[in-house]
């Protein structure tokens, strides 16, 4: 038999639980337009890789036609990783959720019935351990994702500062050219 203070402890860390999983949904929501986003670029680069790559194929030969295929599959899979919609998150979400307010009502029923019945007694505790483990789970992923959102925003900011820093050196040399044309230097 469960003690009092041990269900109450439970109910309370349930409900808390499932405050928190409303708030990590939340935080995770407000990124996904980002992910979709960076992968739409991600798709949008791979398909304009292809078009740019598919020119030099020689499409007159079976050979060509050959090579031509597995570019074309070989972006396909490429692009396909992209299209994932993070269901993992959604139906870990809804079953912490779930999973913490199953566990609130049997510590209700155990705290207001005169004598709990043994399943409750029997399940609230591993009921609560699991609930939290897979809660676990899934904020790693959403910590995953949001490494990769951020990692992928990272790279994008370094590709337009060396770009910027490129077209900064090449106006530095014009500038230099029409300065000193004598130079000798270029």
């Known amino acids: 038999m469960l003690s009092q203070v041990f269900v109450l402890?439970?109910?309370q860390a349930s409900l808390v639980g499932a405050g928190l999983v409303f708030?990590?949904?939340a935080l995770v929501i407000s990124i996904m337009n980002r992910m979709f986003r960076l992968r739409l670029d991600t798709v949008t680069a791979s398909l304009g890789e292809w078009l740019t790559a598919s020119k030099r194929f020689d499409i007159s030969t079976n050979r060509g036609l050959n090579e031509m295929e597995r570019s074309l599959d070989d972006t396909a899979r490429k692009i396909a990783g992209e299209?994932?919609?993070?269901l993992h998150l959604i139906v870990g979400f809804l079953t912490t959720f779930i999973g913490y307010i199953v566990v609130t009502f049997m510590c209700?029923?155990?705290l207001v019935s005169p004598t709990p019945t043994q399943y409750v007694d029997e399940l609230i505790a591993p009921?609560?351990?699991v609930t939290t483990?897979?809660?676990?789970?899934?904020?790693?992923?959403?910590?995953?994702d949001t490494y990769y959102i951020t990692r992928r925003q990272f790279e994008k900011m370094m590709?337009?500062?060396?770009d910027n820093l490129m077209d900064i050196m090449k106006k530095q040399e014009k500038t230099d050219e029409q300065t000193f044309p004598n130079s000798g230097t270029h």
């Open 83 to 86: 299209f994932r919609y993070p």
């Open 159 to 162: 590709d337009k500062v060396a």
């Open 133 to 144: 483990f897979v809660f676990l789970l899934v904020g790693l992923l959403s910590l995953l």
């Open 127 to 129: 009921i609560f351990v």
């Open 9 to 11: 402890a439970i109910f």
């Open 23 to 25: 708030a990590v949904y």
């Open 108 to 110: 209700v029923q155990w």
